[in-house]
């Protein structure tokens, strides 16, 4: 059960009511996120504004990388409606969204995208274990400025992912 009010679709306000209708049919997590930030649509919306850019074409990562480690930290943190989400359904197949948590054995993650995987895991579960010799080794397969940015969209996915994830989005009719 949601833990905040999932408000009707017909009464959300414009910016939320588009968001909700534009959402693909399988796309449950975007249509309840949508009711759920209802009694605070600015809030909802300011943070999809900085987000959405950054995640789909802005930026100096591949889009691909960015979504791989948004669905490993949907795992960490235990949000489903996380996890349902396909954000780059172009670039990443079904099956490899699906085998995300399993990416070292993975053959088609390329080394740069478990190095980053890696470093999204240890961000999430271990922070403080993060030390100089570890960043050096991310920082041989990324530019300062990517390695900021993987920092950065890293820490929002975990962040807004948690937030989620207390909400209980998830459990209001979800086909997962």
């Not at 009707?8 to 959402?23: K, S």
């Not at 850019?53 to 960015?66: D, F, T, V």
């Not at 349902?84 to 990443?92: K, N």
């Not at 990416?103 to 995987?117: D, I, M, P, Q």
């Amino acid at each position: 059960m949601s833990r905040v009010t999932l408000t009707d679709p017909e009464e959300l306000e414009p910016y939320l009511r588009d968001l909700h209708d534009n959402a693909l049919d399988d796309d449950w997590s975007t249509r309840h996120c949508a009711r759920a930030f209802a009694s605070h649509p600015r809030l909802l919306e300011g943070y999809l504004n900085f987000y959405y850019p950054w995640h789909s074409e802005g930026g100096l990562l591949p889009r691909r990388l960015k979504e791989l480690v948004r669905l490993r930290i949907a795992t960490l943190n235990g949000c489903q409606t996380c996890k349902a989400a396909r954000l780059a359904r172009d670039e990443i197949p079904e099956a490899e969204a699906l085998q995300v948590d399993n990416f070292e054995s993975g053959e088609s993650y390329s080394e740069r995208e478990k190095v980053a995987l890696r470093f999204a895991e240890k961000m999430a579960v271990d922070h403080f274990s993060v030390d100089d010799d570890y960043i050096s080794g991310v920082r041989e397969h990324f530019s300062e400025p990517e390695f900021l940015e993987l920092a950065m969209m890293t820490g929002q996915f975990i962040g807004f992912g948690r937030v989620l994830a207390i909400l209980q989005l998830e459990e209001v009719s979800c086909p997962i």
